[in-house]
C-alpha cells in the first residue's frame, strides 16, 4: 500500500479519479451550454469546493483527545444562467384559463382574416375551452 501526498495534481489518483472526472464533466456541461446559448455572455461557474473535517480519539489522559484523522470530501457546483423565453400575451376567459394566440404568441388580441365571421364583421373566438 502505498501512501499518496494530497495536492492538485494527486486528485485524480483518488478514488479512481471520480473527483477530477466530476469537475471534468462539469466544464464539459459548461462548455455545451456555451455552444448552446452563445449571446448569453453571462458566466456559467464552476466551484470546487474541498471541506475537511478532524476525526479525534481518545488519549490516554481521561478527558484529552488527538487527531487521529482527517476526512474530506468534494463538491463540485455548476452554476449556469436560467433559461428563459421571451413573454407572451395572455388572454383569460370567464373559467379563469389562460389562453394565447397561435398566430400572434406576442398579442392575444391580434386577429385574422379567420377570426372574422364573414356574415357579421365581428370578430369570433372560442374562449370557452
Not at 448552446?36 to 470546487?48: F, G, Q, T, Y
Not at 452554476?79 to 388572454?91: E, I
Amino acid at each position: 500500500m502505498s501512501l499518496i501526498p494530497l495536492s492538485l495534481e494527486t486528485v485524480k489518483d483518488l478514488d479512481g479519479g471520480r473527483p477530477s472526472l466530476a469537475f471534468s464533466h462539469a466544464v464539459e456541461q459548461c462548455v455545451l451550454d456555451c455552444k448552446d446559448r452563445p449571446m448569453d455572455e453571462r458566466a456559467r461557474k464552476i466551484s470546487l469546493e474541498f471541506s475537511l473535517s478532524p476525526v479525534a480519539e481518545e488519549s490516554d489522559v481521561a478527558g484529552v483527545f488527538n487527531l487521529a484523522s482527517v476526512e474530506g470530501g468534494f463538491k463540485i457546483k455548476v452554476a449556469m444562467p436560467n433559461r428563459q423565453t421571451k413573454t407572451y400575451s395572455f388572454g383569460i376567459n370567464r373559467q379563469g384559463k389562460l389562453f394565447f394566440s397561435e398566430t400572434s404568441p406576442g398579442n392575444v388580441a391580434q386577429t385574422t382574416f379567420e377570426d372574422v365571421d364573414p356574415e357579421s364583421g365581428r370578430v369570433k373566438r372560442d374562449l370557452e375551452e
